[in-house]
């Protein structure tokens, strides 16, 4: 069900890798996704998940079909378009935290503004002090990533994805490498700046909890949407 | 300016890395120093003796032919032509010529000179010298006898002369001496008024270095000379501005490159081995930054995909690891201009000539290892820049 006014549309969407042999991992979807969404992207494993991801984070292009975000169709941008729009209108999350180890945790947090602004400087840090504070981290600023735990670390990623207040976080298996306690932290912070902000989430988990907190989930099998609507 | 900090953190987190690799970029520089700085200082100490007692260029009119002993038509005389001191042919107007030889470009100092073979006898020591006559101030700028005296002083007047320390000792001759001087023509007495040391051994053991005046009377060439010195700027400008003399002045000239072909070869096969080791000392160095930045790309390809998902351009990555290689070059130039200065002064006291780390030398170590160290980060930024982030980012995981 497709409303007037998405922030991300995905029409016809299909995508194939060429290794010798051509193979089709995705086979014409459509989905979209509106302001404020809570979106389940669920699937087994090799279903296209992280393929479609990929896709809606402007990090690859589809082989056929059209994304269109605010509107806009973005398969003919060229890459710095696309890098510029990534930084401004996409939040990442990912399974492992992928936080850049030389950095101090404030400065991970600070790094998707320094790629918008051209630099790190001190005007950046204000805010994102006050996302640690909210994640419960603001102590950790000037550590290493390596000095915190796993699910801080974690904390320091989702910091990372909303520090431009992008209209849509995507986020890869966030809880999968954290322990239940830790995961569910994790969720509820996800979930609370859901329901405080207007930013939709887009969540790939195998997890059918977390699924089932969502508001819609999407199900892929074998390349293809066979469901899509409230968890049930 | 995200660029330089994130390769300033880069090469911070990797600490023994960049170090290493340092240590490397440091080393290369210095030897490159080191060795440009001595062949710098051989080759100007070669240029000094050499040139430091004969004249850059001189301009001089043929030797006259040997004359027939008797000219007879239809009569033909079998002889032989026995070598002898070249006798030189008045030199024709030489005021003119010393005035257009002066007007040349390039020209910084000239000498008119009277110059002959003489016997020099005191008590009962006799040897074979070379009588030269010139003017005291114009003839110390082509050869600086004052600043090489080791005895007396530096004086051209009525019946003086200088002469060499290994003349002065072959003829028991001291400060104050007078000797008998005797050429083909005639016989001087002139006075030791100073000796000098110039460095080369055929001046210091031949020349009688008196006034202009004085030679022309004792070798027979009254009012006229036997060649202009020339003293260039440019010392390896010389067999230009010789040719530009002859065409001024239509008088033959031989610049200190003709006369000194073994000298010059020397040099620039030394030019060219310098130029060989710089070559492949730079090639380790830029190898060297290559192959760490490669690792490095290889090492942060998730971190590097993690920085084009959050929207940092291709042209940002491409500028961390050019910022990387530039700073190994820079900080190596630094670190290794010191260590090669440090080490041409610990050997200086060893070798017979200085060894001085120029300016220009620094500067040329600097930006050499600069664009070395831009030029090898090439590659691994370029593959660093092209990564797919996607990819990338799946790759770390």
Redesign the interface.
């Known amino acids: 069900m497709t409303r007037a006014l998405e922030f991300l549309q995905l029409e016809g969407i299909r995508k194939s890798y060429e290794d010798g042999v051509r193979t089709e991992v995705l086979h014409g979807i459509d989905i979209s996704i509106g302001e404020g969404d809570l979106v389940a992207l669920v699937g087994p494993s090799g279903s296209g998940k992280?393929t479609l991801l990929?896709l809606i984070?402007l990090?690859?292009r589809p082989t056929q079909g059209r994304i269109l975000i605010e509107g806009q169709a973005v398969e003919n941008l060229n890459?710095?378009t696309l890098?510029?729009l990534?930084?401004?209108k996409l939040g990442?999350i990912?399974?492992?935290h992928?936080l850049?180890?030389?950095?101090t945790v404030v400065?991970n947090v600070m790094?998707?503004t320094?790629?918008?602004q051209?630099?790190?400087r001190a005007v950046m840090k204000t805010q994102a002090l006050a996302l640690l504070d909210a994640m419960g981290i603001s102590d950790w600023a000037e550590a290493w990533p390596r000095q915190l735990s796993g699910g801080m670390q974690q904390r320091v990623a989702v910091a990372?994805a909303l520090i431009?207040d992008p209209p849509l976080v995507l986020a890869d298996e966030p809880t999968g490498n954290l322990d239940t306690e830790t995961s569910d932290q994790v969720m509820e912070l996800l979930l609370r700046r859901n329901s405080e902000s207007s930013t939709a989430f887009l969540i790939v988990t195998h997890d059918s909890n977390l699924a089932r907190r969502c508001e819609r989930v999407i199900e892929l099998v074998d390349g293809a949407v066979v469901r899509e609507g409230p968890p049930g | 300016?995200?660029a330089l900090?994130?390769a300033w953190?880069?090469l911070?987190?990797?600490r023994t890395q960049s170090l290493l690799i340092l240590a490397g970029v440091t080393i290369g520089i210095a030897a490159f120093v080191f060795v440009s700085a001595i062949i710098e200082g051989l080759q100007v100490n070669l240029l000094e003796q050499t040139l430091g007692s004969q004249a850059h260029i001189s301009v001089a009119p043929e030797e006259a032919s040997p004359r027939a002993l008797m000219r007879e038509p239809g009569v033909a005389f079998v002889r032989r032509v026995e070598p002898s001191e070249p006798r030189r042919r008045p030199f024709d107007q030489w005021r003119r010529a010393v005035r257009r030889v002066e007007a040349t470009d390039g020209v910084v100092a000239t000498c008119p000179k009277v110059s002959g073979s003489a016997l020099a006898y005191r008590g009962a020591a006799e040897e074979a010298v070379k009588v030269v006559g010139a003017d005291a101030d114009r003839l110390r700028q082509i050869v600086d006898f004052r600043a090489n005296l080791v005895d007396g002083t530096y004086r051209l007047g009525g019946e003086e002369a200088v002469i060499g320390t290994t003349l002065a000792e072959k003829l028991g001759a001291r400060t104050g001496d007078p000797i008998r001087v005797r050429s083909a023509d005639r016989e001087s007495v002139l006075r030791i008024v100073g000796i000098f040391d110039v460095g080369s051994e055929m001046v210091n053991g031949r020349w009688v270095v008196t006034s202009l005046r004085n030679a022309q009377t004792l070798l027979g060439r009254i009012g006229d000379i036997t060649e202009i010195d020339v003293r260039v700027a440019e010392v390896y400008e010389a067999e230009g501005v010789a040719r530009e003399i002859e065409a001024r002045t239509g008088v033959p000239t031989e610049s200190w490159m003709e006369r000194n072909r073994d000298l010059l070869t020397g040099l620039r096969s030394q030019d060219a081995s310098t130029t060989m080791i710089r070559i492949f000392v730079l090639l380790a160095v830029a190898m060297g930054i290559a192959s760490v930045l490669s690792v490095t790309v290889v090492q942060r390809r998730?971190?590097i995909?993690?920085?084009?998902?959050?929207?940092?351009?291709?042209?940002?990555v491409l500028a961390v690891f050019l910022w990387q290689g530039l700073l190994f070059g820079l900080v190596g130039a630094l670190l290794g201009t010191g260590v090669g200065a440090v080490a041409g002064e610990l050997i200086e006291a060893s070798a017979l000539f200085d060894i001085t780390v120029t300016p220009r030398l620094l500067f040329t170590a600097l930006t050499v290892s600069v664009t070395t160290g831009v030029l090898a980060a090439y590659l691994p930024a370029r593959r660093a820049a092209n990564l797919?982030?996607?990819a990338a980012?799946?790759g770390?995981?």
């Open positions: 992280s990929n984070g990090l690859d890459d710095r890098t510029a990534r930084g401004e990442f990912f399974q492992s992928h850049l180890p030389g950095l400065e790094l998707p320094a790629a918008a051209g630099g790190f990372r431009n | 300016m995200l900090q994130l953190r880069f911070r987190e990797g998730g971190q995909g993690i920085l084009r998902a959050v929207g940092t351009s291709r042209r940002i797919d982030p996607a980012i799946r770390d995981e």
